[in-house]
């Protein structure tokens, strides 16, 4: 059966999360033809994150101020006794938590503002012919792009197509979602740290006075009875809830983290991926965000010569290998992590951050100003955004 063709385009972008968004806009920006698929009917259903945006990312980045919620400077952790728990306050506003429904819905409009052609319910199959395979809601089509972006997620299909590196470390995480039950809270982020709740990694309460979140991830095989079964038990007697009642209807999100670290292999002289696609999530705290948007400004740039110049050799300049590199020690942390296997070795490990050096290194790591790494642009990237007048249109 003869497949529909869609008109051709500079840059096919796979997945509208925010860094396919931010990719597709800032291209559209720059004057090329984007489209860009998700396979979301609405990209305000099927929120995964927790939507954490830590400092450097509100201090870079121009999001929209009534998208976010109040700022969060206290972070406490606790063993898995939930007893004697250290807590950490900052001067400065550490985290804020986004409405990541409407900011996909504001980054939806900015894309088609700038011109993006936006698939919804659209799923990219592969490639056919030196064609792009997409199944939309009136059945398969085909387009001819010059690049294509995976924007996919943890388990990209774009990353399969173009033979790419794929993530192979992954957690999984579940939490609920629902209003603050009081706005007289200190907006406080309290983390467990017990491999029976989440191997691997923490279980949390996020509550800033808006909203509360309880949630766990850890290794999927790790879990004895199941993810959602270790939710309902931590959500039963969690830290930080001081005995409030969980109302009936709560919003309950889902899915895939991968913690292996920057992917080495993320472009080819076809495309490249971003965000989750790429591992470009914090191996230690699962932070995503800010790699994410940092990430799409590196991808914009070389894309953007690429496709000013017609050579593809620029995407050689987008390299995980280099760029893990930076990443040593908190990979090295994320095996200390995943080794922790009974409450008797956390607790262990946990007494370390009484004192003065692990409260110093707790707040390095929590509070930090470290993030993905922001390479120089090349002397080439520069003439051209140089020579065609244009400039990065993303805030920092």
Known sequence: MLRGQLPAT???????????LRTATALARRGHDVVLAD?????????RTTGIFVRRTLEDFDLPERHLGPPIRRMVLYPPSHRRPVTLDSPRDEYRVGDI???????????????????LGTRYTGRSDGRHVLDGPDGPVEIRARFVIGADGARSAVARELGLDRNSEL?????????????????????????????????????DGEHTHVGVAGYPARYPHGLRHALRDFAANAPGLDGTRRPDAVERRAGPIPVGG????ISCPDGLLVGDASGAVSPLTA?????????????VDVLDEALQTGDRSALTRYDGATLRARFRGRLALRRG???????????????????????????????????????????AGHAVRTATGTAADTAR
């Open 287 to 299: 932070g995503g965000l800010d790699p994410c948007l940092r990430q799409a400004e590196q991808a």
């Open 10 to 20: 500079d840059v096919l972008v796979v997945g509208a999360g925010l860094a396919g």
């Open 337 to 379: 992590l995943s080794l922790v296997r009974t409450p008797a070795v956390a607790t262990v490990a946990f007494t370390a951050l009484r004192n003065p050096l692990g409260r110093a290194a707790a707040q390095r790591i929590l509070f930090g100003h470290g993030s993905f790494p922001d390479p120089k642009p090349s002397p």
């Open 171 to 207: 957690l999984v995480g579940a939490e609920e979602v629902y209003p603050s039950p009081t706005r007289d809270v200190v907006p406080a982020f309290h983390c467990v740290v017990d491999p029976r709740l989440a191997p691997g990694y923490l279980a949390w309460v996020l509550d």
């Open 101 to 119: 429904a409407a900011l996909y819905r504001t980054g939806a409009q900015e894309a088609a503002d700038a011109g993006v052609r936006l698939l």
């Open 39 to 47: 396979r979301r009917t609405r990209l305000d259903a099927g929120v």
């Open 262 to 265: 920057l992917l080495r292999r």
